[in-house]
């Protein structure tokens, strides 16, 4: 295995390059918590998992009943399926949290259960040893880090635009295509590591 070279080159001439990215200038080291997240209608059971919109409208509405009262005002991030983050516990290593909700679907109010548990502490400064290139410090020890900072950054995006994934899309200029769809541009975002540099690397993207 070859020995990573944290080394600039000096020959040639400089140039300069555009590029699909924004350094960060600092970003936090403090231990992110991993949760799994069980969603259900109260009294039974989803026959197949519902649309990411109304899972991410459900907890929406749990975070903004329970923040106060029940999670100490932390604010938790969720991928909409099973996983959410957050940047201190918000239950014990051990326990289950059990948090009730009602949310209102096309006119109809129904009741859900969410159940918070904690599945992983992640360490941030792992990145940080990484991209200094300290020995050690594999990409398969940084990516839960990098995948916790993509859906925080995510869930900013989903605010106001409609997200697939790590795509978002908005209606804003849009053109008609054949067929009586739309094309909507948007883009993709990805932290990515560099050399003693930590990134977000953003592309250009279409759906229809």
Known sequence: MSTRVNKH???GRKLRVAVNHVEFTKYSEREIIQYDIELQPEGTEFKKLPPPELMRSVFDQCMRIHRASRLG??????????IAYAPRRVCGPTETLR???SHSEAG?????????REAAVIDPSSVTRFIRGD??????????????MDLAIGSVAHQDMVGFGRSFFTRAQSMPTSGGLELWR???????????????????????
């Open 9 to 11: 080159g000096s020959a």
């Open 73 to 82: 005002n932390t604010h938790m991030v969720y991928d909409a399926r099973k």
């Open 99 to 101: 948090l009730e909700v």
């Open 186 to 208: 948007g883009f993709s975002l990805s932290v990515r590591p560099g050399m003693e540099r930590l990134f977000l690397n953003v592309n250009t993207a279409v759906t229809a």
């Open 135 to 148: 020995a050690g410090t594999e990409m398969a020890d940084i990516q839960p880090a990098l995948t916790a």
């Open 108 to 116: 109809r109010a129904s009741k859900y259960i969410v159940q918070i």
